[in-house]
């Protein structure tokens, strides 16, 4: 969704391909087939794994992006993968693209239902209304009362597990 127009782009011209997955990540990163574009990993290279990430943030002034205050990792609003704590946080953070996500889902699923008889939901087995209204449980299954003040990302990530799955974009 995102290399294929970049190759394209490209053309034939040589390139290099800055991958940014750490020394501690254990997953892969898009690695292009084409000769002319040569993927480079620097942080697995010079052995950089989340710590030393948070010490090169911190140590520049910038620490971590706002939205580590309610999510833990960055990528679309809307991201299919985000975790219900995310879609909450989503909805006390920016009310305004909660209800666009609302919208398309209930368009989505007033169209499918028309079509299949099937209903879509962004977050696996409920609709974003049924999962807000269970704001206080998920919450508390995570361990907080309300989404996380901090913007640490050790602090939001805490009890988190790094092994779900991604989507393409974020996984490449």
């Not at 040589?14 to 990163?29: F, K, M, N, T």
């Not at 030393?52 to 960055?74: C, E, K, Q, T």
């Not at 305004?96 to 977050?123: C, D, H, I, N, P």
């Amino acid at each position: 969704m995102k290399l294929k127009p970049l190759e394209d782009w490209l053309g034939d011209d040589p390139a290099i391909s800055y991958v940014g997955l750490r020394a501690d990540e254990q997953r892969e990163g898009y690695v292009s087939t084409r000769q002319n574009i040569t993927s480079v990993f620097p942080f697995r290279e010079h052995g950089i794994d989340l710590h030393d990430v948070h010490r090169i943030l911190d140590d520049a002034g910038l620490g971590l992006p706002a939205y580590y205050a309610w999510r833990s990792r960055s990528g679309c609003y809307f991201c299919f993968f985000q975790r219900k704590a995310e879609w909450v946080g989503l909805a006390d953070q920016h009310p305004e693209l909660f209800a666009q996500a609302v919208e398309l889902e209930r368009k989505a699923g007033f169209e499918a239902t028309q079509m299949e008889g099937r209903q879509y939901t962004w977050s696996q087995g409920e609709s974003l209304d049924a999962l807000v209204a269970r704001r206080d449980e998920i919450l508390a299954a995570t361990g907080r009362a309300t989404t996380p003040a901090s913007n640490r990302l050790l602090d939001v990530l805490a009890g988190d597990d790094d092994d779900e799955q991604a989507c393409l974009v974020c996984d490449l």
